[in-house]
């Protein structure tokens, strides 16, 4: 079993001894797996070793690249200020050919993590205290990039949270209707239509030069920060695929989308999603404790907007993956990006229901 994991882990400078590999994590994205070598110390050496998605990722080379430049700025600024950059930040593990990526025979992407040990990643919304650490984890990683030249980073993913570009590609999936799906998600289109006009808004302030361009994660959802096991302070921000030019509302917002949801993302039972008010507001004093004295007030009252769109915005893609066939997601059941992009309306829903609100905490934060 995991035969090829197996002999690509053989391409990587690991400690010696009898190893193990098995399945890892609930990403959507790559293939995940973690390595455990037994070397007769007490406990066994792990690793996480991962195929990048090249369906997703068509440049893996230069994300590659991205991260090595990113995880070698951010120790720096780790050390600086005091810090364990074995621990706050990934470090990528070399391959037998001295670069840190191994490319197999079918021609996919390989890299090897260090495991950060005595973490925890969640899955489904937490207590407002431990979203609050969450949230002050990807600040500090807004503030520790802060001085990092956005512009010479890959593109990873071209339009990533561009949403009127999200937009058109839903209707691209409508229009050639690949999987014969369309006549199932009527109701969910018409959400979409009448909210069409608003998927610009912080491009448009992004345009008239009211908030700048940042170094932004673009992927902030709660598995992608680990957790002290015993205090539970956000220890490391992984997943930095995704790690490019963006906007400050695009990491405070993916963030609200999944960490502030009564549900999980693919919960079928729509009437127990909603905005929990109390996540929003801790996540908002986390995030902004770190981050906040570096934002504009533009961009802190643009915050709420961030989480609307992204939600909105990722609801588009789950319902333009169904249309197209389960291309893009991991899908583990019949139907599962229809069930994702359902939750994503209602929050959206809910969200405009509690708008006020959340300008206020934001406000007043
Ligand atoms: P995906 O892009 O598919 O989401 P991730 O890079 O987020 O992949 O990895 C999947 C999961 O693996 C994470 O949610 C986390 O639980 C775990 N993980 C990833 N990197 C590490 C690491 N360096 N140490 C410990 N756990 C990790
Ligand atoms: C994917 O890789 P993962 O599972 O952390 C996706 C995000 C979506 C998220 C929805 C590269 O994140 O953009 O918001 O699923 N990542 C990519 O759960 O597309
Ligand atoms: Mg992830």
Same mark, same amino acid.
């Given at each position: 079993?995991?035969?090829?994991?197996?002999?690509?882990?053989?391409?990587?400078?690991?400690?010696?001894?009898?190893?193990?590999?098995?399945?890892?994590?609930?990403?959507?994205?790559? $293939?995940?797996?973690?390595?455990?070598?037994?070397?007769?110390?007490?406990?066994?050496?792990?690793?996480?070793?991962?195929? /990048?998605?090249?369906? /997703?990722?068509? $440049?893996?080379?230069?994300?590659?690249?991205?991260?090595?430049? %990113?995880?070698?700025?951010?120790?720096?600024?780790?050390?600086?200020?005091?810090?364990?950059? !074995?621990?706050?930040?990934?470090?990528?593990?070399?391959?037998?050919?001295?670069?840190?990526?191994?490319?197999? =025979? &079918?021609?996919?992407?390989? #890299?090897?993590?260090?495991?950060?040990?005595? !973490?925890?990643?969640?899955?489904?919304? $937490?207590?407002?205290?431990? +979203? =609050?650490?969450?949230?002050?984890?990807?600040? #500090? +990683?807004?503030?520790?990039?802060?001085? +990092?030249?956005?512009? !010479?980073?890959?593109?990873?993913?071209? &339009?990533?949270?561009?949403?009127?570009?999200?937009?058109?590609?839903?209707?691209?999936?409508?229009?050639?209707?690949?999987?014969?799906?369309?006549?199932?998600?009527?109701?969910?289109?018409?959400?979409?239509?009448?909210?069409?006009?608003?998927?610009?808004?912080?491009?448009?302030?992004?345009?008239?030069?009211?908030?700048?361009?940042?170094?932004?994660?673009?992927?902030?959802?709660?598995?992608?920060?680990?957790?002290?096991?015993?205090?539970?302070?956000?220890?490391?921000?992984?997943?930095? $695929?995704? /790690? *490019?030019?963006?906007?400050?509302?695009?990491?405070?917002? &993916?963030?609200?989308?999944?960490?502030?949801?009564?549900?999980?993302?693919?919960?079928?039972?729509?009437?127990?999603?909603?905005?929990?008010?109390? *996540?929003?507001?801790?996540? %908002?004093?986390?995030?902004?404790?770190?981050?906040?004295?570096?934002?504009?007030?533009?961009?802190?009252?643009?915050?709420?907007?961030?989480?609307?769109?992204?939600?909105?915005?990722?609801?588009?893609?789950?319902?333009?993956?169904?249309?197209?066939?389960?291309?893009?997601?991991?899908?583990?059941?019949?139907?599962?990006?229809?069930? #994702?992009?359902?939750?994503? +309306?209602?929050?959206?829903? &809910?969200?405009?229901?509690?708008?006020?609100?959340?300008?206020?905490?934001?406000?007043?934060?």
């Amino acid at each position: 079993m995991y035969e090829r994991a197996y002999e690509v882990a053989s391409h990587f400078l690991l400690a010696q001894g009898e190893k193990h590999i098995a399945p890892y994590g609930n990403g959507h994205i790559n $293939d995940t797996f973690c390595v455990s070598v037994e070397t007769g110390a007490a406990r066994p050496v792990r690793y996480i070793l991962q195929k /990048v998605n090249r369906y /997703v990722f068509p $440049d893996p080379e230069g994300v590659i690249e991205n991260i090595e430049r %990113v995880t070698a700025y951010l120790r720096g600024v780790i050390e600086s200020e005091g810090g364990d950059p !074995t621990r706050e930040t990934l470090t990528l593990v070399e391959s037998v050919d001295g670069g840190h990526s191994y490319t197999d =025979a &079918d021609n996919q992407l390989w #890299r090897v993590y260090l495991f950060i040990e005595d !973490t925890i990643s969640r899955d489904l919304p $937490d207590t407002p205290e431990l +979203f =609050a650490l969450s949230g002050a984890a990807f600040g #500090r +990683f807004q503030r520790q990039l802060g001085g +990092f030249d956005a512009s !010479t980073l890959h593109e990873s993913i071209h &339009d990533f949270h561009n949403t009127p570009a999200r937009y058109r590609q839903l209707e691209d999936a409508v229009r050639r209707n690949d999987a014969g799906r369309l006549g199932e998600v009527g109701p969910e289109l018409a959400f979409c239509m009448e909210r069409g006009e608003e998927t610009g808004t912080l491009l448009r302030a992004r345009a008239a030069g009211e908030i700048p361009l940042r170094v932004t994660h673009n992927d902030t959802k709660l598995n992608n920060v680990l957790l002290d096991a015993a205090t539970g302070r956000g220890v490391c921000v992984i997943d930095l $695929d995704t /790690v *490019m030019p963006g906007l400050a509302a695009y990491d405070f917002g &993916d963030s609200i989308r999944f960490g502030a949801n009564t549900a999980a993302e693919d919960e079928r039972d729509l009437t127990k999603v909603s905005l929990s008010l109390p *996540m929003f507001e801790a996540f %908002v004093k986390g995030y902004l404790s770190e981050a906040g004295a570096a934002l504009c007030a533009r961009e802190r009252e643009l915050l709420p907007m961030g989480a609307k769109l992204m939600t909105l915005e990722c609801g588009m893609r789950f319902l333009a993956d169904h249309l197209n066939g389960d291309k893009y997601f991991k899908v583990h059941r019949e139907g599962h990006n229809l069930d #994702r992009a359902r939750t994503q +309306f209602a929050l959206v829903a &809910d969200m405009e229901k509690k708008w006020d609100a959340m300008m206020e905490i934001v406000k007043n934060a």
